[in-house]
C-alpha cells in the first residue's frame, strides 16, 4: 500500500498506531469474502460505516460496508458477490451530493480512492478516457496543454469528480455555453448488475434491435427495453419532459428518443447519464472535450430587487453570454459581512437589492470587451428602456475572479449556521424556462410566507436553475411537515411552469418521490420497467430515479437531523464558543459538502493535510466531524473519549486549524480536538511526552542553563534510540539545540533597544517563543536589527511561553494560565500605545485567536487586535520602505504557516520581501506536517513526512534561489528532508542579511 504520494502508507510503519479502522465489523462473512477476492481495501468497520453515512444533503443512512476498489474487476467482483447474496451496491464518487443519492444501506464503492486515472488523451478528436475516481479538476489539468477542458463545470469541480459528475448528469455555470454530462459522454465501460462488464456507446437503430432480447442476459435485455421505449413511448416522452436545457430529473429518456429520432442511431453510454447509480457502475469513460476559450470578461449588473433582475433576464439572454448568474438582496447581505468584498460591493449603487453577472467570452480581448460595452449600453437604465440601475465590469483575470468569488461568498455563509433552524437543500435547483422565472419566484415567495420562512434565491439564472434553501428546524416535526409542504406545493409549481424538479443536483432521496407527478403515470412506470429490466434484484443503489422495488424514498425519512434527535456533549466545554448552539452547534456543523477533500494540486489552500497525505476518507474534516456528532447523539456506539476513538479519529488531526478557514461551513475541527482532548486528559491522565511538550519552555530555559552539558547528552552515540524507547520521540528528527544565551539575556546585555523611544513611531514589545529565546535566537536578533533600521523602539518581553506548546497539545488549562500571565503583563503596555510582536507565526495567531477562545473580557481583546507577526507588521505600517536592502533580484521562495492562512495574515511576509525588492513566489501549500512537535512523535513521524511531501514537491518545482518560512517547526521539517540544505531561513532574516549598512 502506497499513500498518495507514492511513498509507503503511514499505516505501515510499526511505529504507527493508526489503520483508519475503528469497532467492530458488519457482515463478517461477506467482509471475509470481499477481503480475499478483491485488491482494494475492504473496510466494514464500525467508524468507517459511519464515516460514508452521510453526503451533503439531508441524509444519513450507515451503509453495510465500504469497497475502495482499484480495478474493474474488483468492481465486477463486489456486485457479484453482493447480487448472491441480495444486498445491495452504491458507487461514489466524492460524497458531495446534494439529494442524498449517496447514502443507501449499502456496500459503498469508493472510487475516488484508487480509481482516479486518466487512460488515454486524443487531442485530434478532443476525447480523454478516464476513470470515474478522477477529480473534474485533475481531468482538465491532464488536458490543458492541449488548451482542451471537460465543460461542465459544477462549482466544486475540484472535488467532485467524473463518475459523480456522469451520474448527475451534471452541468455548472456555463450550462448556456455548454452541455450536460450526457453529450460529451461517448462511450463507457459499465458493470452491470449481474457483475458482467459491457462496453457502450454509438449503436445503430438496426445493430440496437439485432443485440436486443428480453429474455437474455442484462445487457440484451438493457437493448430490448431501449426498443421498447423507442418504438412504443417516443410520443409520450416528448410531450411530458420539459423542452429546458437543465433537467437532470428521470432517466435519461428524452435524450434517447431525441437521437433516435434524428440520427437513426442512440448512445447507449448516455442512459446511464444522469441514472445515479441505478443502472449500472461506470468504471470507465471516454468524454469529449472543448476548446478553452481565448478571453473572457465579466459584467455585474445591479438591479433595485430580484424581480427587476429577473425581468432582465430575456433581455439579457439576447447578448448570448457563457454564463448568468443572479444574487438576491438576502444573499448580497451575507457576502456583504464577509472583509474582502467590502470594497467591491461599495462600488454598487445605493439601494442594490439584486445582481445580475453575465460573462462573455470570444477568440480576443476586443471580441469580450465589445460584448461588454454592448450589454451595459443596453440594459442600464438611461431612458425607460433599461432595468438596471447600474454596472460594473472586470476585464482583468483578478477582477474577474473577485466578481465570481462574491458569487460563491454566501454559500459559505448560509452553511456556517449553527442554529437548529438552517438553509435546508430539498427543492434548490428547480428549473424553470426563464420567460417565466419572476413568475415562478413571485409564487415562491407566497408559498414560504405561508409557513413563515424565508429562502435565499441565487446560482443560474440563464439556464432558469434557482437555488432556493428555505430556513427550517428539521428537529421538530413542524418542521419537518413544513419541509413537506413546501416541497409539494413547489413541484406543483414546477408542473404548472413547465420546468424540471432537478435543473443540477438530480433526484437522491429528496426529490424522488416527485417523478410521479412530474411525468405522470405512464412515465413513471417506464422508469421503473428500465429499472426492473437491467437490475432484477434491485441492488444497484434502490432508491434514486425509479425507486427502489417498494417505491420512491420517502424524502422525510432517514434524516441527518429529524426529530427525535438529542445530542449531548459528553464534556463541559473549556472554551468560549460564541457561535448558536455553543460547542454542539460546532460538532453538528459539517454540511457534508467535502470541501476537506481536495488535494493540493487542484484545490490549494491548508485543509486537509492528512486526507490529502493518504486519501483515506476517516482522515478528512468532513469524517472527524461526523463521526464525533454521532459519537454524541448515540448513532455509533463509541465513547468519544476512549483511546480507540481518539487515536483513529482525533489524535491524527494535526491543529493546523486550516478549516477554520477554508471549510465553507467552518468546522474548527482544532478547537473541537483540544477540547475532547483536554477530557480525556482529565480523565485518563496525559502521557510524559505530552507533559513534557506542554511545557517545553520551563525545560528549555533548563536545557540553556546547562547547555554544554545537555548538548552533549544528545550527541551521544544512542541517544535518539533511547529518547525513542523512552519518550516515543521519532529517532529520525534533529532535535533542537541550546547554545549561547537567551535572546532576552542578549537582548540587555547588548543594553536594550538602539533607537531611542523618544525618537520612534512605533514602539513595539517583542516576545520570543520558546525556541527563538532559547535554541534559534539569530532569528530574534534578525527581528530586532530590522525593526531598528526600520526606527522602532523594541522592548523585549520578559515572558517566552505564549501557551501555545501547552494549546497544541490539548492543555488548556495551562494554555489558559501562560495566557493570564501574558495578557497581565502586555495588554498595560498595549493601552500606554505598545504593540506586541512575534516571531513565531503559531504564537501571534495564539495571542490573536486562541486566546479568545481561553479568556473573556476587554483586555484580552486588546491585546489580541494590538498584536502581530513581526513580518505582518512591517507589511501593515508600511515600515519597508524604510529599510535600506539590497536584494540583489534574488528570487524567493515562501512557505506560509498554517496558523497564519487560517487567519487570512500568512501572505504578509511574502509581500514585505516583495517590497524589499525580492522576486518572491509565494507557495499554495499546506501544512509542511510538522504541525509543532506532532512530527517528533514516533507513531505519528510517517504520517508527517506523508503530508510533507506535498509540500516538498511544491518546493522541489520551483527555482528559487532560498526558500524561507516564518514558522519554526516548518523550518524543521524542510531541514530533515531533501528540500533544504540545513535550517532554512525566517523571512526577518532574509531582510535582515540584506540590510545595507
Known sequence: MTSRSGAPDPALDPRADFDYQGGPRSHPDLAETLDTRVDGEVRFDQYTRQAYATDASLYQIEPVGVVRPKHTEDVATVVSVCRDRGIAVLPRGAGTSLAGQTTNEAVVLDFKAHMDGIQSVDPESSTVRAQPGITLAALDDAVASHDLQYAPDPAWGDKSVLGGAIGNNSTGAHSLRYEKADAYLESAEVVLASGAVVDVGWMDLTDLRAAADPEGDLEARLYAELVRIIDEHGDTITEVYPDLHRNVSGYNLDLLIEEAETYNRVNVARIFAGSEGTLGIITEATVALEPVPEATAVALLTYDDLGAALGDLEAVLAHDPAALEVMDEQ???????????????????????????????????????????????????????????????????????????????????????????????????????????????????????????????????????????????????????????????????????????????????????????????????????????????????????????????????????????????????????????????????????????????????????????????????????????????????????????????????????????????????????????????????????????????????????????????????????????????????????????????????????????????????????TYTNYSRQHVGKAAVRVLEAAGVHVRMAERSDSGRPAYSKSFIDLARQAAEQNVAALEPRVREGWTVLTTEPSDAVMFQHDYLDLLDGPAVSRLAEHTYGVMEFLDRFDLVESLSVRADGETVTYHGHCHQKAEGTAHHAARALDRAGFDVEELDSGCCGMAGTFGYEAEHYSMSRAIGQDVFELIQERDGDVLVAPGGSCRTQFEDSPVAEGQPPHPIELLADSLVE
Open 331 to 769: 444573499f448580497l447581505d451575507l457576502a456583504g459581512t464577509v472583509d474582502r468584498f467590502e470594497d467591491l460591493i461599495a462600488e454598487f449603487p445605493d439601494g442594490t437589492g439584486a445582481t445580475l453577472l453575465v460573462e462573455f467570452d470570444a477568440d480576443s480581448e476586443a471580441g469580450v470587451s465589445e460584448s461588454v460595452e454592448e450589454l451595459i449600453a443596453d440594459r442600464v437604465a438611461v431612458d425607460t428602456t433599461g432595468r438596471a440601475n447600474g454596472a460594473l465590469e472586470a476585464h482583468t483575470s483578478e477582477r474577474q475572479a473577485a466578481f465570481w468569488d462574491l458569487r460563491k461568498a454566501g454559500l459559505p455563509i448560509l452553511l456556517s449556521e449553527t442554529g437548529t433552524v438552517r438553509p435546508w437543500p430539498f427543492i434548490e435547483d428547480t428549473a424553470i424556462p426563464v420567460s417565466n422565472l419572476g413568475a415562478f419566484v413571485a409564487d415562491v415567495q407566497v408559498i414560504l410566507d405561508s409557513h413563515d420562512t424565508s429562502a435565499t434565491f441565487y446560482a443560474h439564472a440563464g439556464p432558469g436553475v434557482l437555488h432556493i434553501r428555505p430556513f427550517l428546524d428539521l428537529q421538530t416535526q413542524s418542521g419537518v411537515d413544513a419541509m413537506a409542504d413546501i416541497a409539494d406545493a413547489i413541484t406543483d409549481l414546477v408542473v404548472t411552469y413547465d420546468g424540471a424538479v432537478s435543473g443540477e443536483h438530480g433526484d437522491g432521496r429528496a426529490r424522488t418521490q416527485w417523478n410521479r407527478k412530474r411525468y405522470g403515470e405512464d412515465v413513471w412506470e417506464l422508469f421503473r420497467s428500465l429499472k426492473r429490466r437491467v437490475d432484477p434484484d434491485w441492488i444497484l443503489n434502490p432508491g434514486p430515479v425509479g425507486g427502489a422495488e417498494d417505491g420512491p424514498p420517502d424524502m422525510t425519512e432517514s434524516l441527518r437531523f429529524g426529530p427525535g434527535y438529542e445530542l449531548d456533549l459528553p464534556v463541559d466545554p473549556e472554551l468560549n464558543w460564541d457561535n448558536e448552539n455553543g460547542m454542539r452547534g460546532m460538532v453538528e456543523l459539517c454540511h457534508g459538502c467535502g470541501g476537506c477533500t481536495g488535494f493540493t494540486e487542484t484545490t490549494g489552500g491548508v485543509m486537509c493535510p492528512t486526507f490529502r497525505a493518504t486519501g483515506e476518507e476517516i482522515q478528512s474534516t468532513r469524517a472527524r466531524a461526523n463521526l464525533l456528532r454521532t459519537a454524541m447523539d448515540g448513532t455509533l456506539p463509541a465513547d468519544p473519549l476512549d483511546e480507540e476513538f481518539i487515536e483513529e479519529v482525533l489524535s491524527l488531526c494535526v491543529s493546523c486549524q486550516g478549516c477554520r478557514r477554508d471549510c465553507p461551513s467552518g468546522v474548527d475541527m482544532a478547537k473541537l480536538k483540544a477540547e475532547l482532548t483536554h477530557a480525556y486528559h482529565q480523565r485518563e491522565g496525559a502521557s510524559l511526552r505530552s507533559k513534557l511538550f506542554a511545557n517545553v519552555d520551563r525545560l528549555a530555559g533548563l536545557a540553556s542553563t546547562v547547555s554544554p552539558i545537555s548538548k552533549t547528552l544528545a550527541s551521544l552515540p544512542g541517544a535518539d534510540w533511547l529518547l525513542e524507547r523512552t519518550l516515543g520521540i521519532a529517532s529520525e528528527r534533529t532535535l533542537p539545540t541550546f547554545e549561547g544565551p537567551p535572546l532576552q539575556d542578549w537582548f540587555a546585555a547588548r543594553g536594550g533597544c538602539r533607537v531611542p523611544a523618544s525618537e520612534a513611531e512605533h514602539r513595539v514589545i517583542l516576545f520570543p517563543d
